[in-house]
């Protein structure tokens, strides 16, 4: 079982920055692979970025690639999203997302999940 607690949202400007974490419980987190999806009002959850139990192995969604940087601290059981350059179409609930098995791009792959935190992002 792991429980997952995402921080680190909020209101910025278009071009700004914000950093998500996403703090795990459990002694197995570097096992897992752990990714961000987002949901905006309206839309289904779409995938962000994932990154593999190795740090070098990461994979991102087109258009956030050069913004974005997923990372991982596994002696602080951590997953990072640094979001650069942000445009009010990234705003949306961003959720993060483990599993031992899946390291894909398909939300229902995940079955442990955060609760969730809101990025607002206005122009």
């Known amino acids: 079982q792991v429980r997952l607690v995402e921080s680190g949202g909020g209101l910025v400007q278009a071009g700004g920055s914000l950093r998500l974490s996403c703090a795990a419980s459990?002694?197995?987190?570097?096992?897992?692979?752990m990714v961000w999806f987002r949901q905006a009002p309206g839309k289904e959850r779409e995938f962000v970025a994932v990154?593999?139990?190795?740090?070098?192995?990461?994979y991102y969604r087109n258009s956030v690639k050069g913004r974005f940087t997923i990372s991982r601290d596994n002696a602080k059981n951590t997953v990072y999203l640094q979001m650069n350059s942000l445009k009010p179409e990234d705003t949306a609930v961003y959720y993060c997302?483990?599993?031992?098995?899946?390291?894909?791009?398909?939300?229902?792959?995940?079955?442990?999940w955060g609760q969730g935190t809101q990025v607002t992002v206005s122009s």
């Open positions: 997302a483990a599993d031992l098995h899946s390291s894909g791009t398909d939300a229902s792959d995940y079955d442990y």
């Open positions: 459990g002694s197995t987190f570097s096992r897992y692979s």
């Open positions: 990154i593999r139990w190795s740090s070098d192995n990461t």
